[in-house]
Structure formats: C-alpha cells, structure tokens
C-alpha cells in the first residue's frame, strides 16, 4: 500500500485486532459525556486543505493508484444550489466543474456516476467535466443499472452501457459495476445479468480492454454476496463497492433483518484480496447528525473537526479499502473531505473503541433507518417520503420528540417539531395524505415498511396539534 503515514500501514490483522479491542478501551472520560447544551455549529472544516498531501491506495490487479477520497456524482450541485438527486432543477455545470478541479488539484482521482444519478444526467455532467482534462488523471467508475424491467433484455442492457460511453465521452471504462446487486434477492439477479448473458458479455468487454475492472455495488441480500464471492475464481472481481460505516459496523443486521453487518462484508472481502469500493460513509447524512451528547463526546476529542470527518476517518482506516465514495453537493463538503485524507490520520484503537460506543448510544434511540437514497421514489400520491422519515429522525436527535404534555421540555419540542415539518415538507406531501398503497416498501434497501412509518408518523403529528398527548 503506498502511503507514507505510519499509522496507515498496520496490517490487516492488526487493525482487525484494534477494532476488536470493541468498547473495552474506551476511556472513562469519553463515556461519562452525558446530555449537555446542544452543540448546533458544527461546520465542515472549510479553507484550503494541503496541497499534495492525499493518501493514496493501489489496486492491486492493476496497480492504480487510487485517491482514498472518491467524488460519488449522484448529489451533483443544481442552479438553485440544491442536490440535483431527484432530477427537479437542472445540473449546474459550471459548479460541477469547478468542483471536479478543485477535487482533481487536490488529488482526488476516482470518480463514480450512473446512468441512473441525478435522473440519468450524471454521467453527462462527469463526462463533460472530466473531458476538460488529460483522460490519464482520473479512473472513472459508472454501472450496468438496468434496474427497471424493461431494461432487462439483452439489447436493452448493452444499449445502456454503450451510452455510458457516449455520454462519459470515453473508450473505456476503469471500473464498471454491475449496479445494486442484491436488492431484488438471486432471482432478480439471475434474470439482470445471468439469463441475458450481460455478465458474459461484459466479462468480454474487460478481456477487450474496454473495462479495466469489473466489479459489483452491494446491497441487501447476503445470499446474492456470497454467491457473487463463491464464484470469485470464475469472474476474478477486481472490486466490490459495500455499505460501511461504523453504524453498519455491527449494526447493519439489527437495523434491518436484510442487511449485512459490514464488518462480515468487509472480511469475507479482506480474506480473498479483493479491494473494497466504501458507499454510504455517512449513512445517507444521518451520521453527520447525530445525537447531541454525540456530537458533544467528538466536540471535547477534537474539537475543529467535523462530526462527518470521524465517519470518513473510520471509513478511511481501514487497509483494504481502495476508495471510500461521498456525494458531494458544496464546495465546503469537499474541502472538509480533503481536510480527512490529505493526508488521512487513521484511527486509533481508543478513537476506534470511541466510534463503536457512538454506533451502541445511537442505538438506543429509535430513529428509522432512512438513508435518503430516494429508491421510494417518486410516492404516486405526491408525499416526499424521505423528507418525512429524516425530519422525525432529525427530532429524534435534537431531543424534539416530547413523550407526554408532562415533558419538562413539551412546548419548545412541540413547535419545533411542527414548525420544523411544514418547513421541510409542504403540506401537500406530507404523511397525512399516504393512502397506505405500498407501491414504496418494495423499493426500500433498508426494508422500511413505509405506510406503517407515515400512519405512526401522522398519528404522532396530528396527536401533537390537538395537544393530546
Ligand atoms: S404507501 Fe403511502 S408513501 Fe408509499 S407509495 Fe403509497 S401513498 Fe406513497
Ligand atoms: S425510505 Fe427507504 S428507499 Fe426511501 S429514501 Fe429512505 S432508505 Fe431510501
């Protein structure tokens, strides 16, 4: 691994062993944090993170070497400044590329779309972006998403993948993956890539040179992983992109029965030498905001970094992790990204142990596992359900829950839970107006049942107004 930190260059089994050490060293100090005052200001570390200091990472079939920070295009910057996730304004290109230079100077060489971010116009955006520089700076990542039926076929799915090339202005792909493997269990999986020979042909396409690795992207289903791990000798995967952070550590399977521990991803991973591509570092934003007396335990550590920079740090520290992906709409997201890996500072067996108790104290509360990936998306009936789910989960972790009118807290927690919710969600989209159709819960990777989320959500909201609680 070329990396000129020290700390970087434990071997697996030591820093397996140092994760292990698990809640025991946690120092006393730490876990005597308890509530305190709220700490709301916690900005992103901005100004100019150090130039050519980025830790880098080699992969091991091809040798590139691979920026630890990689630039996921799915939240690019819209003309209104907002993420162009749900595709509602249009991709401000001159944004996206001032980022992608500033990410590029700054070392950040790996940058990963698909066809289906951004509404279907990421891989546009990067394309254009990325043209503008010399093609052997930078590896670009993009999918097979044939994600809806009708894209199942054959020519459909070959359709879509010689559009990537067309739109990424490209000859060749450095890491093409088959996108979301998992979600719809094996049978999904035999009918998107075995049945219509795509896994065939794209096994052609590497032995041709127009994939240079040829991996999957991973969700849910263990069964489908294993089985995509058990065939390593046939398809010799050159990566896999997982969920991991330190929530989904440990924790993953008790959030939702669907999903798998990452600490079981990342092993069975780390045994056969295939180099891991990180999603999700941040659990969908929700560890950016977590509790307060969170905040607060990483507040008094490190006082001017940010609560996201612990996420990306544990992200980071681990040694068979080629790229750790983050979606990255502002500039100042980048810059305190840049700030984590330029160079990263891995963490240690204390800082590790401090990570597993936030994950155990996060736990405890009873926040929905909505990671604001938007595959409920759109509701027929117009509600913005992730809007809805991190709102509540947002009161969750500001205390702004009141159990009872007896509630020392109850009238400030009361009007900023319902002036919060009118805010975030227009009324119109609210959870009042769900007809419990279930069109959504299937699409859910964290297995939400959705009708029963708004029906509760709603019942608590309408019990709130009446002021009958
Ligand atoms: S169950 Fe509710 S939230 Fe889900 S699609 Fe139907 S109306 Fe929309
Ligand atoms: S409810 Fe499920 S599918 Fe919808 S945004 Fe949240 S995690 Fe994603």
Redesign the pocket.
């Known amino acids: 691994m070329k990396n000129g930190n020290d700390k970087t260059m434990m071997d697996r089994r030591e820093f397996l062993k140092r994760l292990g050490a698990g809640t025991a060293a946690v120092s006393t100090a730490a876990l005597a944090i308890g509530c305190g005052p709220r700490n709301k200001g916690d900005n992103p570390v901005q100004g100019e993170p150090p130039a050519g200091k980025m830790t880098y990472r080699t992969n091991p079939t091809t040798g590139d070497r691979v920026s630890l920070l990689g630039f996921g295009m799915m939240r690019l910057p819209s003309v209104g400044g907002r993420s162009a996730r749900e595709g509602v304004e249009e991709i401000d290109q001159e944004m996206v590329n001032s980022m992608v230079d500033y990410a590029l100077e700054h070392g950040v060489n790996y940058f990963d779309t698909s066809p289906a971010y951004c509404q279907g116009k990421s891989e546009r955006a990067t394309g254009i972006a990325l043209k503008r520089h010399p093609r052997d700076k930078y590896f670009i990542a993009t999918k097979l998403s044939n994600f809806a039926k009708s894209t199942w076929s054959r020519e459909a799915s070959i359709e879509m993948y010689r559009n990537s090339f067309k739109e990424l202005q490209v000859d060749y792909i450095d890491y093409m993956l088959l996108h979301g493997i998992g979600m719809g269990g094996m049978k999904e999986f035999e009918q998107r890539y075995i049945d219509n020979g795509m896994l065939d042909f794209l096994l052609e396409e590497r032995k041709a040179g127009r994939i240079r690795n040829l991996g999957f992207s991973y969700h849910g289903d263990v069964e489908v992983f294993d089985t995509m791990l058990a065939r390593h000798d046939l398809y010799k995967w050159d990566f896999v992109q997982i969920q991991l952070n330190y929530l989904d550590w440990k924790y993953a399977k008790q959030i939702n029965p669907r999903n798998t521990d990452a600490e079981y991803l990342y092993g069975e991973l780390a045994k056969r030498g295939i180099p891991a591509v990180i999603m999700e570092p941040l659990l969908g934003g929700r560890l950016s905001n977590v509790p307060d007396n969170i905040v607060k335990m990483f507040k008094e550590r490190e006082p001017e970094k940010s609560v996201a920079s612990w996420a990306f740090r544990f992200a980071g520290t681990f040694p068979d992790i080629l790229t750790v992906l983050s979606g990255m709409t502002r500039m100042e997201h980048l810059q305190d990204n840049l700030h984590t890996y330029c160079p990263l500072d891995p963490l240690d067996e204390e800082e590790l142990a401090l990570l597993q108790q936030a994950a155990a104290m996060m736990m405890e509360f009873d926040t929905i596992p909505c990671n604001d990936c938007k595959y ?1 998306m759109p ?3 117009g ?1 913005d ?1 992730p809007a809805i789910l991190l709102h509540y989960n947002k009161c969750i972790n500001e205390g702004n829950i009141p159990a009872s009118r007896q509630d020392p807290n109850y009238r400030k927690a009361r009007r900023a839970f319902l002036v919060g919710y009118d805010r975030s969600v227009p009324k119109l989209r609210q959870a009042a ?9 299937p699409h859910c990777p964290q297995g939400i049942f ?2 029963k989320e ?1 029906q509760r959500i709603d019942e608590y909201v309408e019990k709130l107004k009446q002021e009958i609680l």
């Open positions: 409920c509701c027929p009936y509600l359900i107006h769900c007809i419990g159709c279930n069109q959504c819960s959705i009708p708004m």
